[in-house]
């Protein structure tokens, strides 16, 4: 009789468990796409002006090249918006941009966020002890926003040399580790830019931003820890102009 009904209360369990993908035991593990109902699988991209696409040429920007790369079973949207600080207290918070609301309506199923960079700027930094609590709240909206989605932390990319605009390397240096400890905290997995881009000066011709190759070498990384492979796609990239055709 027990085994009847150990065997009932599995069944009902799957039954309510149907198209929720399973969580992994490794936050930062990869997405399975049989683990979803249905594809394409929604991919959020949140971030500033590397994320929107500044500084790479035609269309190009990594969450573009990320969306080539992982195929027609996901939907990758761009909710990148230039100048934005993770920081509540930060000149342009991103929070209070429409982008923000527009991730939260599109009801991801994995939200990849790039913030930081515009943080490193003085007039952000000096509000460094709020960078932790701010992004335990964006993470902790998405994870509790109605698609209960898979969140990904990236680490920013290397600023090259003295920077530009007031970024710097040596705050993005202060926040790695928090980054770390909140992703070990919320259960979000965290995407290594800031070492993907470890010598690739030549990739930010402005010290800031990632020209079309730099872009690439984020979205590879990307795709590496939501997929658990290797990219091997030869060609990513796409021309900066289409060639016009021919008339007849």
Not at 49 to 69: D, E, F, H
Not at 92 to 111: C, E, H, I, N, W
């Amino acid at each position: 009789m027990l085994c009847r009904w150990i065997k009932l209360v599995c069944a009902v369990v799957g039954i309510l468990l149907l198209g929720v993908p399973a969580l992994a035991a490794d936050p930062a593990g990869p997405i399975k796409v049989e683990d979803y109902a249905k594809t394409p699988i929604k991919l959020a991209c949140v971030g500033d002006s590397i994320t929107a696409g500044v500084g790479t040429k035609g269309n190009n920007s990594y969450p573009a090249q990320l969306g080539r790369m992982l195929g027609t079973k996901w939907q990758v949207s761009n909710f990148g918006s230039s100048a934005r600080t993770l920081l509540n207290a930060g000149d342009f918070p991103y929070q209070t941009k429409g982008a923000f609301k527009k991730a939260l309506a599109f009801q991801p199923d994995v939200v990849v966020i790039m913030l930081g960079t515009n943080d490193s700027k003085p007039q952000n930094w000096t509000h460094k002890d709020q960078f932790a609590a701010d992004l335990k709240d964006m993470v902790g909206q998405f994870q509790k926003s109605e698609g209960k989605p898979r969140v990904f932390i990236n680490t920013p990319p290397l600023v090259p040399g003295k920077g530009n605009y007031g970024i710097n390397e040596a705050a993005i240096q202060e926040q790695l580790p928090l980054i770390a400890a909140v992703a070990k905290e919320l259960g979000a997995g965290v995407i290594d830019v800031h070492a993907a881009t470890q010598g690739k000066d030549e990739m930010f011709p402005d010290r800031v931003h990632p020209n079309n190759q730099g872009a690439a070498v984020i979205a590879r990384t990307v795709y590496a820890t939501l997929t658990g492979k290797e990219c091997t796609e030869s060609v990513i990239l796409v021309p900066a102009e289409s060639p016009a055709k021919k008339k007849k």
